[in-house]
């Protein structure tokens, strides 16, 4: 036969850029160090479950190599409860369709609570990766006192250990260090998950408990002790509430009171550049699609940046100084009691903010019963869109007064507001939970985290990515509604003796006028029939386009002014409040209802969300209309 006995070649290395997935406990500085390596923007926030989907990235190490990495939502274990850690698990073990398994493995560990942390260590040792271990957040343990014998537990580990301080700069460079070591990377397979299993969680303790025996030392129970300090009061079944209520109170009264000098700036800006090309040009078509169209429409959106920057300053701040989970624990009961589980939460949190991430962060709710009535009803939460046009009703029509003599009348009805789109979240979770058949609550398993200061360079890239997010709406979605609403509202023009504006006859104006059979009995005017509909696109473009309808419908001199006071002249306040009422429910809001449709699978529950909202949304504003018509008169 002639065979030829062959030496074994030494292992391949890896021929393409190296993947390196980021892998730990939910909250243990994942996002940062991605963050840190890769120079990117991903969203840090001290509680678990931030990141929901895998980012990817890439470095260069001060060796010279060059590495793709992955930041993967948090796991405890890798046998996987919820849709995230099943990306977490898929990704490790390689058994996501046309993604090979990861080249090396970073697994980040939190310093200051090896306990935990070190289970998942060990199972995902027995996938027999490349693997590097990142002790993180060490600078907090060191402040703590907690030692920890890195070349010990690099021996007990059979890997190479690193120490990294993700939030700081050069806090990764030791990890650079670890990954020139291990170049080039050999080519290797993941074991089968089973190997995972194979051994007990009695055994794996057993060994946690061994290594850390062996690796740490703790101050004599100094562990937390400030935070436990805190929490008996934050958490304080009397106190707490009470804490939260004033912290969520002085955040809408800082909404209005804080932002008129920013505004006013913004205002006379854009004023500013209307007069000026008002000045400049005859009048004539193109001007009018200038200032009427763009400045006004777009312009009138722009004004409400500063109090969006507000409220999200003091989400940031609560969001990493590691309020947000005790809030949490705080209304654990209140959700309990309409059947929500209390990881329904955090979802229901970013929902503050757009109802998109929301329904994404859903996934890290294990009971899919639970998880669709939380994607439900996120929508209802308040998102930052709907600000603009509450701040636009509220400024034309609430005085600016103080109730009590330090609380401002309009931060009041705002607070109103939100409370009002939480109250109907539980209430419509309530009846879902019924129609769908109630399960058994499942306790919160909500992991504390220690307290820190916010770090201010986390503050700022929170401020900012909210900053670019608005600015470029206005700059794209309603810039590009306005100029088309512009369109429709000025062609055809006025009839030979018109009597009404020009707008009256215009596509828009005959649009406006055939929803206002509908809308009529809910005290909506023609032209607000008009801003619903671009409105649907995104809930600011509505006040664009009530500004645009607005300018097109003033003549001479009144064209200088403002949005605010016209509306405040040509609304009544039953008019006002319904249309609030309208935007607390409305599904105005297509990319939300598209979101829904990917995450539940299919158009059925978006159709239904719709549907739903659009009802409470008519219910809500009709009573809303005519109690206030019969109170207060039109
Ligand atoms: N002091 C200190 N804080 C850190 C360090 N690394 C991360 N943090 C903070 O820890 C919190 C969590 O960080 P993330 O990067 O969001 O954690 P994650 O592991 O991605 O969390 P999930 O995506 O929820 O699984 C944030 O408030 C960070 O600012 C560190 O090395 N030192
Ligand atoms: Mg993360």
Request: aromatic share 8%; with cysteine.
């Amino acid at each position: 036969m002639g065979a030829v006995e062959k030496q074994a070649p030494p292992a391949p290395a890896v021929s393409r850029t190296p993947m390196m997935a980021l892998l730990g406990n939910p909250n243990c500085g994942k996002t940062a160090l991605f963050n840190r390596l890769t120079g990117a923007r991903q969203k840090v926030a001290n509680y678990a479950g931030v990141t929901i989907e895998r980012k990817e990235g890439a470095f260069t190490t001060s060796g010279g190599n060059g590495f793709r990495v992955l930041d993967l939502p948090g796991a405890y274990s890798l046998t996987a409860h919820t849709p995230d850690e099943e990306i977490t698990r898929d990704v490790v073990a390689g058994l996501r369709k046309g993604e090979p398994a990861p080249d090396v493995v970073v697994c980040v560990v939190n310093a200051t609570n090896l306990r935990l942390n070190l289970r998942l260590v060990l199972e995902i040792k027995r996938l027999g990766l490349p693997m590097i271990l990142a002790l993180n957040m060490v600078d907090v343990a060191k402040k703590r006192g907690i030692t920890i014998d890195a070349d010990r537990l690099s021996q007990e580990l059979g890997m190479p250990v690193v120490e990294t301080v993700a939030v700081q700069a050069g806090g990764e460079k030791s990890l650079l260090r670890a990954l020139d070591m291990m170049w080039p990377l050999p080519v290797s397979q993941p074991h089968a998950l089973s190997a995972i299993d194979a051994v007990g969680v009695e055994a794996t303790q057993r060994e946690v408990r061994r290594i850390l025996d062996l690796v740490v030392s703790n101050p004599a129970s100094g562990e937390d002790r400030l935070s436990e300090k805190v929490d008996d009061i934050v958490l304080h079944p009397v106190l707490g509430p009470i804490i939260l209520a004033v912290l969520m109170f002085l955040v809408f009264q800082a909404v209005f009171s804080w932002a008129n000098v920013p505004m006013d700036m913004i205002k006379a800006g854009v004023d500013g550049v209307g007069e000026l090309i008002k000045g400049a040009m005859a009048d004539g078509i193109l001007r009018s699609l200038l200032v009427e169209g763009i400045l006004g429409g777009a312009g009138s959106v722009l004004v409400f940046l500063p109090q969006i920057l507000i409220l999200f300053f003091f989400i940031l701040v609560l969001e990493d100084c590691g309020y947000l989970p005790r809030a949490a624990f705080l209304l654990d009961r209140l959700m309990g009691g309409v059947g929500l589980s209390g990881r329904a939460f955090i979802p229901l949190l970013s929902s503050f903010a757009c109802a998109i991430p929301g329904v994404m962060a859903a996934r890290t709710i294990q009971n899919p019963r639970d998880r669709l009535v939380t994607i439900m009803i996120a929508p209802l939460m308040t998102c930052s869109a709907r600000l603009p046009v509450y701040a636009l009703i509220i400024a034309a029509f609430i005085p600016e007064r103080e109730v009590y003599g330090f609380l401002s009348l309009q931060g009041l009805v705002l607070f109103a507001l939100y409370f009002a789109g939480i109250f109907s979240a539980m209430a419509v979770a309530y009846f879902f939970k019924r129609a769908l058949g109630a399960n058994q609550q499942q306790p919160l398993m909500l992991e504390l985290p220690a307290y820190h200061w916010p770090h201010m360079q986390n503050l700022a890239l929170g401020l900012w990515e909210r900053c670019k997010i608005f600015l470029s709406r206005v700059g794209t979605i309603i810039l590009t509604l306005m100029i088309l609403l512009w369109f429709l509202s000025s062609f055809p023009g006025a009839p030979e003796g018109a009597t009404h504006p020009p707008i009256y006859y215009s596509l828009a104006g005959i649009l406006g006028r055939g929803l206002e059979y509908i809308f009529a009995p809910i005290g909506f005017n023609w032209q607000i029939c008009i801003a619903l509909v671009p409105g649907l696109a995104a809930r600011e473009v509505a006040v664009g386009a009530l500004g645009t309808v607005y300018a097109l419908s003033q003549s001479g001199d009144e064209l200088a002014q403002s949005l605010e006071p016209i509306i405040a002249a040509s609304w009544t306040l039953p008019t006002a409040l319904s249309l609030l009422a309208w935007y607390v429910f409305a599904p105005q809001c297509m990319s939300t209802l598209s979101v829904v449709r990917r995450e539940t699978g299919g158009t059925r529950y978006a159709l239904l969300m719709a549907g739903y909202m659009f009802a409470l949304a008519y219910i809500a504003s009709f009573l809303t209309y005519r109690i206030s018509l019969a109170l207060i008169g039109g």
